[in-house]
C-alpha cells in the first residue's frame, strides 16, 4: 500500500526522500561523535589511572621488597585524591595478594564496570640487580564516567531529535512548496486532456520557474478554450451548412426534375435532327448537375449525421452477386474483364450503406481504368473479412495516396472532364467507412494500378446460429379473408369514367414547373393526367369525380404540414382501394422510406429521369389493383 503511493505521488516521494537523506546526513555524524566522546573518555581514564601507578610505584615497591603490608597501604594512600580511584592491589610475583586499598565509602566495583592499570614492581638486590618482585594494580570506577557520557549522549540526541526535525519541517515545507504546485499543475493537465477546460490553473502569481510554467499551463488553457470555441464554430458552420444543404436539396433538384421532362418531350417531338440533338446535350447537362446535386447532398447528409448504420448479419456472397449485376455490365461494356470472389461468409455490416461504398470504389476504379481489368477479391483475417477492389488503371502517386479522399480532389483530370465523376466518391467512400467504422486502406504504383481495401467484421459463430434459425423456413399460416368495407363508403375503378385503355394518373407536386413539366410529358406519353398542387386540390379532384386514378405520383414535400405519403394514405381511404403509386423528392431520409416500404409505395429520387418515370408509370398500370381497404384507415399498414 505504501508502494503505491510512493509510486503515484511526487510529493510523497519528495518528502520522504528529502527526510531520509537529511536524517542520515544528521544522524550519522551525531553517531560518530558519540563514538568518538566514549572513546576519548575511556582512553583518558586509562592514562589517568596508569598516572595514578606512577605516583605511588616506588613507595609500594619498596614495602613490598620489606613485606610490610602497613607500610604497603600507607604508600597506597595518596591515591584517594584522585576522583575516579575505586581499589589498589598489590600482588605477589605468583598473583597473591599482598595488600589491599580501597577508597573509603567506596563499593566494590566490578571489573566491567571498571577501567584498571596494571604496573610490574622491580627493585635492586644486593648485587645491584633488577629483580621483580610483583604487580601493583589500580582501578579507576568508570561509573560516575559512564554516567556523564550517558547524560552527553542524551542531550545530544535530543538536540539531534530537535535539529532533525526542525529540518524534516523545513525541507517538507521546501519539497511541499515544490511539488503541490507541480501536483496541481499535473492534475490540471490531465483535467484538461480530458476535455475540462474550467479547471483553475494554481501558483500563477509566482515569479520562479514554477510560476512561469503554471502561466504556461494557463495560456495553454486559454488556447484549449480558444481551440474548443472554433471547434464549436466550426462544426457549428459544418453543421448549418448540412442543414442548408439538405433543407435546400428539394428546391435544388426542381429545376433539374423540370428540365429533364420537358428536354425528354423536347427530344421525342423535335421537328429536325439539329432540335433532337440540341436537346440531348441539354439532358446531359441536366445528368451532369443532378449527379453533382446526388453526391453534394450525399456528403451534406453524411456530414450532418443523417446516415446511421443498420447493421446486421449478412452474406457476403450475395453482396458479390449485387455488385456483379450492376457494375459487371458497364465494366464489360467498356472492355475490362470484370469479376468477383465466389465466396461465402457472414459479415457484420450494414448491407444498404456497405454495397454503397463498394460501388463507389468500384464504379472509380473503371472510370480510371481504360484496359485490363477491375476486380473484387477477399481475404479472411483474424476475425475479420478484407475485401480488396483491385484495377489496373492509372495508379496513384505515392505523395497523393492521403489527398484522394478529399473533396473534388482527382486523379489524372486536370481537365475536370465530367465524364470521370467530379471528385465526391473517393470522399463519400471516407465518410460511409466511418459510420459503418469499416477501415479503407490503399495502396497502389503508378501507371500499374491501385487497390483499395476495405475491412469488415465476420460475424460471430453464435450470431449466425441466430440468424440461421431466424431464416428457417416457416409454414405460412392461412390469411384470412379480408373483411369487407361498408358498401356506401367504398368506390371501385369500375366506377370511375374513363375511356377504353386509357390510364388516368394524379399527380401532386407543390411546385408548378415540375407539375407541369411531369404532366406534359406523361400527357405525350398517352397518359390522361390531372395535377393537382395543393393537398386539397387533389382531394377535391378525387371527391368530385374528376379523377379516378390507375396511380398516384406525389412529391413527398407539399408544404409545411403536408407531405405526400399522406396525400397517399387519404387517397387510398377515399377511393377504398390501394392504388399504385409512387413518392418522389429531392430529400428522403430513412423515416420517410422506411414508412414507404411499410405502405408498399415506390420511392424515387427526384430528379426523377423521364424513361425511369415511364418504366414506374407502366409497370403501375399493367394490372389493376384490386386490395381493398378501410375507409377508416388514415395510415395503411
Known sequence: MLFKVFSRSLVARTTASAVLLVSVLIAVPMVVLIQADVRNTRAELAIRAEMATRIVLDDVANALWDLDPEEAVTALMPLRSIDSFAEAVILGTHGER???????????????????????????????????????????????????????????SGVGAVTLLLVVLGVVWATRGMTLPIAGMTRAMADLAAGDVSVDVPVRHRDDEIGRMAKALATFRQNAIDLRVAKERAEQAVASKAKFMAAASHDLRQPAQSLLMLTAMLRATAPTPKVAESARKIEQVVMTLKQLLDELLEVSRLDAGGVAANKAVHEVADLFDALDSQYGPVARNKGLAFAVPQHRAPVVTDRILLLRLLGNLIDNAIRYTASGQVQVACLESGGTLIVEVRDTGIGIPEDRLDAIFEEFHQIGNPERNRDNGIGLGLSIVKRLATVLNHPVK??????????????????????????????????????????????????TLADAPAKEGEIAILVIDDDS????????????????????????????????????????????????????????????KRLGLRIPAVLISGRLDGAVTSRAAEMGVIVAAKPIMPDRLSTLVEAMTASRPALSVAADTSRPA
Open 98 to 156: 599482598f595488600a589491599t586499598f580501597r577508597k573509603p565509602g567506596a563499593a566494590i566495583v566490578s571489573e566491567a564496570a571498571a577501567t584498571a592499570a596494571a604496573v610490574p614492581l622491580t627493585h635492586l638486590d644486593r648485587t645491584g640487580a633488577v629483580r621483580s618482585i610483583g604487580t601493583l594494580l589500580v582501578r579507576l570506577d568508570t561509573g560516575p564516567t559512564d554516567a556523564a557520557i550517558r547524560h552527553h549522549v542524551l542531550v545530544l
Open 442 to 491: 490503399v495502396r497502389s504504383t503508378l501507371g500499374k494500378g491501385s487497390v483499395f481495401s476495405v475491412t469488415i467484421p465476420l460475424a460471430p459463430v453464435e450470431a449466425v446460429a441466430v440468424e440461421a434459425v431466424a431464416l428457417e423456413p416457416v409454414a405460412p399460416a392461412p390469411a384470412p379473408a379480408p373483411a369487407p368495407a361498408p358498401a356506401a363508403t367504398m368506390a
Open 513 to 572: 414547373f415540375v407539375l407541369s413539366a411531369i404532366s406534359m410529358f406523361l400527357t405525350s406519353a398517352g397518359h390522361r393526367v390531372v395535377g393537382a398542387s395543393t393537398v386539397a386540390q387533389g382531394l377535391r379532384a378525387v371527391e368530385d369525380g374528376t379523377v379516378r386514378p390507375d396511380a398516384v405520383i406525389a412529391d413527398y414535400h407539399l408544404s409545411a404540414t403536408e407531405n405526400g405519403l399522406d396525400f397517399i394514405a387519404e387517397v387510398w
